[in-house]
């Protein structure tokens, strides 16, 4: 019997754990994310509940929060709220817009510090300039991230911020993705700091006056 219960107990431990889909939706009751009716509120609390290897779906909406990422998840905006599990392919992210916002009392936006293989995927990343802001900070000799259809928005009434992506010593990689920077004038700016062997993919920058 004991012999049993030890190879059982073998067996369980050598199961594999699977990967979640954690669900982001304002309308969720927030119990345990794992589907949209019980999706998590913000995408913060989608990121505590998550697990190396997890992806977390965020319905449409505005998300003002400040993102701590984990490695190995994947944050995918552009739902519309009700995609069953195998219809990812039916997500539009120009559609459905998903946008996170700065928090106003913070001077960091997103942090991928000493984070490997996290993704931001159908985002519009909307900033505005105070002076000084760090956007997203993805720094760390092993760190990686990939920003992919996503927009990096910089809306800068005041003309004298500078908002701010940092990657030194990591890899970020940007697919698809468009960086808007909308001034009144061309004062301020939006930097993107890092190693030259740091960055990959395709990225448009562009400047937008009003």
């Known amino acids: 019997m004991r012999f049993l219960r ?9 199961l594999p754990v699977q990967a979640a889909t954690l669900y982001v ?5 927030g119990t345990d994310g794992l589907s949209w ?6 995408i913060s609390d989608a990121l505590i509940a998550s697990s190396t290897g997890d992806d977390i779906w965020v319905k449409e909406a505005t998300y003002e929060e400040t993102l701590t990422l984990r ?13 069953d599990i195998d219809e990812f392919d039916e997500r539009d992210w120009q559609a459905n817009k ?23 995927d159908g985002l519009e990343l909307q900033f505005r300039d105070r002076q000084f802001l760090v956007a997203i900070d993805c720094r760390g000799a092993t760190s990686s991230l990939t920003i992919r259809n996503c927009t990096v928005r910089d ?3 005041i003309e004298i911020g500078t908002t701010t992506i940092v990657s030194k010593g990591a890899f ?8 808007i920077r909308i001034s009144p004038s ?11 062997d740091g960055f990959a993919g395709t990225c448009v920058a562009t400047t937008r006056r009003l």
């Open 71 to 83: 490695s190995g998840v994947r944050i995918f905006g552009g739902f519309q709220g009700s995609e």
């Open 172 to 179: 970020l990689r940007f697919e698809n993705t468009l960086m």
């Open 186 to 196: 061309t004062g301020g700016s939006l930097v993107v700091v890092g190693k030259e």
């Open 98 to 120: 998903t946008t996170l916002e700065e928090v106003q009392s913070e001077e960091l936006a997103v942090d991928a510090i000493d984070v490997q293989a996290a993704v931001l």
């Open 25 to 29: 939706s304002k309308d969720g009751d």
């Open 155 to 157: 809306d800068d009434p």
């Open 37 to 42: 009716a019980t999706g998590f509120q913000t």
């Open 6 to 14: 030890n190879a059982l107990l073998l067996v369980v431990i050598a």
